[in-house]
Every structure is written in C-alpha cells, then in structure tokens.
C-alpha cells in the first residue's frame, strides 16, 4: 500500500490525473489525455525521472498524441459519413477557428456545425434534413473520439501508476 503521506508529490500527480479523467466527463471538449501527461511532465521534472522514466514518459507522450488526433480527426470522419462534402467541413474547420478564438471550445463546436450544416443548406442546395444529418454525423464522431480519448486517458493514467508504484 502506497503510503500517500510519504510521497505527496505522488499523492498530488494522481489526484490532478484523477480530476481530469473526471473533468473530461463533465466537460467532454476538455482535453484531459493533455491534463494527464502534463501532470505526468511535472511529476518526472519533479522527482528527476527518478522512478517515471524517460521510456514510460515517451509512451505517455505517444498515447496523448494518439486521443489529439484521433479527437482531430473522428469528427470530420463522422461528418463525412453523415454525408457532409469536403468544401462543407473546410467552411466549418475555418468558422470552427474563429469560434475557438471568439468564444472558447463551445464556439469552435457551434462554429464547426453553423459552418457544415449552412454550406451543405446554401452552397449544396442541399434537404434541411441532409444538411442536420451532417451536423449531426459531425456530432457523433466527437462522441465517438471523446469515448476513445477517455478510454487512451484511462490506460495513461494506469501505465503511470504502474510505473511509479
């Protein structure tokens, strides 16, 4: 048994990794595999590499990379199959930026649909109905990559506790 009160640097990296696997539940758009390896990041320059390794710490940076892109990704993927063209998901990776920049991560979201669903509506000419269905493929592809990031978030958060135990 892990005696907490000896290693608080170990007590405070886990509790961080903790709240951020909770965190990514409550706030699906935060990106808690970054938490993760950030916490990891300080607890190696902390105790020196001493007992986390530049090995361990190398796969946490793979897997962090792995839940970014795939989290990228999985959304323009469900866009495309619910039918959304690629000048549609150009249009909303471009107001997309502006509503990151605008208005956080929520803006980015609505600026990524208000970009498909308008162009798929205006520039395709294309039924109410198929335009929403590629807002809506768009949407389940960043809950298919939030499933993903949290299970990759999950096995980081393992792989460090293993490590240092």
Known sequence: MIDFAETPLL???LI???VSLLL???IPILPGQFLIWLAALVYGILSDWQTL???T???LTLLMILAAAIDFVAGWLGARKGGASWPGIAIGLGLGLVGLIIFNALGAI???LIGI???EYYGQKQEWSQAWRAGLGYLSGL???LVIRFAISIVMVVIFFNKVT
Do not use: K, R
């Open 11 to 13: 007590a405070a990296t």
């Open 16 to 18: 961080a990794m903790g």
């Open 24 to 26: 990514m539940v409550v």
């Open 53 to 55: 390794g530049g090995s």
């Open 57 to 59: 710490f190398l796969t």
């Open 110 to 112: 609505l600026g990524v």
């Open 117 to 119: 669903i308008g162009y």
């Open 143 to 145: 809950l298919v990559s």
